[in-house]
């Protein structure tokens, strides 16, 4: 098997454990927050015509538009935590048209209806640009698009073979490091429309913001426990750890946490992805790798790097290693994995050689799920409650019940073998073997 571009050109263990010395275990995103900003837990019986369980992306969005929808609905949000202490606040930032998790992955599963995803993912990405301005929201929105760079002689072939919509740009190695300086680019694509950047503990805690003003009671630390009627009796009960609320619909945006409903709780998979984040660039620093567009990018590997600059000008830099632990395991203990971070750390000083000395100010890791966009899915939740068919709830993404993950030890197994393989077809020019083939031929493949 060959060497990949990180293997062949490492930094010294010198650079690496310098600029790590110092950093701090904790999300760079949360110091920038007011987080004086609480929300009472729920401690009186109450009856509601909505409730959303999960203080995400997910609940934030559904809740406020279905104010939008209903002006005069009441609807409560409980969050298990604090709003966005999960994944919505502790992300890369990046804001994708696609609902697909790739247009790979969408023209294998959705063929027949890729072009409709495709037309509807920009269409969803529009409308959160919108309701950034229209609501004002304080988020640090930037559309400035997605750079995709091949880092590996193998990956330029993939770059010239795949066909490329009109608002693509191909870039050879020359014009590749023209937008943004590294000796590892061999050819890339930009898109100034597919992708936007944003500071994500700033948008959920402005959704939160916004979904209050609207009229949503916000119930922080209020742990549902436990759901009757829901098979569609009404009110629906809904236990918590201080109270019981009754609702006539509801709402369950727990993301990667086990579901409340027994049928769908093998469905995600908590995988734990990590992310450093640098001091602040110099202006000399800055203009050393010439990245003056801010544009979000991502190589091409199966196991990818993606990064993006801060309105700070930090460059968070994320992806990489994704780790399943056994039994579904969620535990802020997980959070520190040093071998990550100085593997994450000696990829950032290969693919920038030039920054050299500057320092890593944080590190962290979160459990991240399959879920695609949380705005789209909110919508097309609130189309299903209010007994609304929209070519939302036609789509087969949605009718149809994706396979669930398989229980342990076989998750375990299954998906370490397939990361193993990933890692693999990237020592292999990219060739995929018979396991991944089989997932993808089934409609499972995933990658990092």
Partial sequence: MSHTIFERQPPSEDVVREALRDTELGCFWGSEIDTSIRYPRAAATAH?????????YTGLWSALLATARDPGIRVALLESATIGSAASGRNGGFVEASLTHGEANGLSRWPDEFETLQRLGYENLDDIEKSVAELGLDCDFERNGILRVAVEDYQVEELRQTPHHP????LDQRAVREQVNSPTYLAGTFSAKDVATVQPAKLAAELARVCERSGVEIHENTTVTGLTGARG??????????????????ILATNAFPSLLRRYRYHTVPVYDYVLMTEPLSGEQLESIGWSRRQGIADMANQFHYYRL?????????GYDAVYHFGRRIDPRLEDRPDTYSRL???FFTTFPQLEGIKFSHRW???IDTVAATRFAANVMLDKINGERTERTELSMVTSRPLPFPPEPLAWLGINATRWALDRADHRDGKRNLLLRALDAAGL???S
């Fill in 48 to 56: 509601y015509d909505l409730v959303v369980v999960g203080g995400g």
């Fill in 167 to 170: 608002d693509v740009t191909y």
């Fill in 233 to 250: 009796s009404s009110p629906i009960e809904l236990t918590t750890d201080a109270t019981t609320l009754l609702a006539d619909r509801v």
């Fill in 310 to 318: 801060s309105a700070d000008n930090r460059i968070l830099w994320g």
């Fill in 345 to 347: 750390a000696g990829h």
């Fill in 365 to 367: 890791g979160g459990v």
């Fill in 445 to 447: 493949g995933f990658d």
